[in-house]
């Protein structure tokens, strides 16, 4: 990760949108930016994925391996998995607390990783808490989108941008609802580029 740093700068690349971090190696990292001690890009963040429990990225420490719980204890968590209303409002002003310009949510219903059938999502009170969490500090909504049920939910709820849309036909309908919503696709190519190689 910190060699990515001046690898990024030495390509040219002023500022790296992260979406998605070891909170603690995150904030370990800017602080050696800002001192001088390290050379990079400008970084702008959400810390950790904003998720319910269970959800994606569906990866419990223990699926890693034994001392994956002890490793996040140094690098942070990358997943925000909330269990409650109440527990999503105070995991949300902890993750935000540490200057995230956006919220990143997981939109979907089925595994990327670990080929479970279904995995949980947010209901309509926990839409509710997060949008208006968003409203108040003037935060972008940025969503984790990979299938039709996500996209379907991320044009319902109007958030600001669709991350990776890598399995998804687009039709001219939904690009005209994208447009009167103001909703941005950032699409992730190396992700597409392993899709649609069968040796990669």
């Known amino acids: 990760i910190m060699r990515n740093f001046p690898q990024q700068l030495a390509a040219g690349v002023?500022?790296?949108r992260d979406m998605g971090a070891f909170p603690v190696l995150l904030h370990k990292h800017l602080a050696m930016l800002n001192s001088g001690k390290l050379a990079g890009p400008r970084v702008?963040?959400?810390?950790?994925?904003?998720?319910?429990k269970g959800s994606h990225p569906?990866?419990?420490?223990s699926d890693a391996g034994a001392l994956a719980g002890l490793a996040i204890s140094f690098t942070g968590?990358?997943?925000?998995?909330?269990e409650s209303d109440r527990d999503l409002i105070e995991k949300m002003e902890a993750n935000t607390a540490g200057g995230a310009s956006f919220i990143k949510l997981t939109m979907d219903d089925t595994s990327l990783m670990c080929g479970k059938d279904a995995i949980p999502f947010y209901s309509g009170s926990h839409w509710k808490i997060i949008k208006d969490f968003a409203q108040q500090r003037r935060l972008p909504l940025a969503g984790h989108v990979n299938t039709r049920f996500g996209f379907n939910r991320a044009l319902t709820h109007g958030i600001d941008?669709?991350?990776?849309?890598?399995?998804i036909n687009i039709s001219d309908g939904d690009?005209?609802?994208m447009s009167k919503r103001k909703i941005a696709i950032i699409p992730t190519l190396t992700v597409a580029q392993m899709l649609?190689?069968?040796?990669?």
């Open 196 to 200: 649609a190689a069968e040796e990669a």
């Open 44 to 52: 702008v963040f959400c810390n950790a994925f904003t998720n319910i």
């Open 14 to 16: 002023t500022t790296v």
């Open 77 to 82: 968590n990358p997943n925000l998995w909330f």
């Open 175 to 177: 690009i005209e609802q």
């Open 161 to 167: 941008s669709l991350e990776h849309i890598a399995d």
């Open 58 to 61: 569906d990866i419990r420490p």
